[in-house]
Nanobody
Framework: QLQLAESGGGLVQAGGSLRLSCSASGRTFSNYAMGWFRQAPGKEREFVAAITGSGATTYYADSVKGRFTISRNNAKNTVYLQMNSLKAEDTAVYYC?????????????????WGQGTLVTVSS
C-alpha cells in the first residue's frame, strides 16, 4: 500500500556529506518502521539504518555508526539519511524500505515496500 521514492543521491568527495530522502505515499506512514539499505557493485544488500514509527529509536550498522543519522518527519511522510564523513566504500545504491518493526527492517525480511534506489558515489 506504500510507495517509496528515494532522492538525493549523487557524486560526493570522500569526507563530504550527503542527505538522502525517501518520500512515501499513504496516510499510515507513521505506523511503519523505516530503514535504509545499500548494495554496492558485486556485493550483497546490507542493512544501514532503521527507525521506529515515532522516530524515537534508531539502529545502525556498525560500519556507519557515528557517521550516518536516520530521521523522519511524519508530517511530510519522509525519512532521511544524513551521511557524513563519507568514504569510498560507502559507494552503493541506497534503498529505503518500510516494515512492521525495526526488527523486520534490520532482518531485511517481510518488508512492505521498497524504493527504487538512489546511487551514491564517493570519490577518493
Amino acid at each position: 500500500q506504500l510507495q517509496l521514492a528515494e532522492s538525493g543521491g549523487g557524486l560526493v568527495q570522500a569526507g563530504g556529506s550527503l542527505r538522502l530522502s525517501c518520500s512515501a505515499s499513504g496516510r499510515t506512514f507513521s505506523n511503519y518502521a523505516m530503514g535504509w539499505f545499500r548494495q554496492a557493485p558485486g556485493k550483497e544488500r546490507e542493512f544501514v539504518a532503521a527507525i521506529t514509527g515515532s522516530g524515537a529509536t534508531t539502529y545502525y550498522a556498525d560500519s556507519v555508526k557515528g557517521r550516518f543519522t536516520i530521521s523522519r518527519n511524519n508530517a511530510k511522510n519522509t525519512v532521511y539519511l544524513q551521511m557524513n564523513s563519507l568514504k569510498a566504500e560507502d559507494t552503493a545504491v541506497y534503498y529505503c524500505a518500510a516494515g512492521q518493526s525495526t526488527r523486520a527492517i534490520r532482518e531485511g525480511t517481510t518488508l512492505d515496500a521498497w524504493g527504487q534506489g538512489t546511487l551514491v558515489t564517493v570519490s577518493s
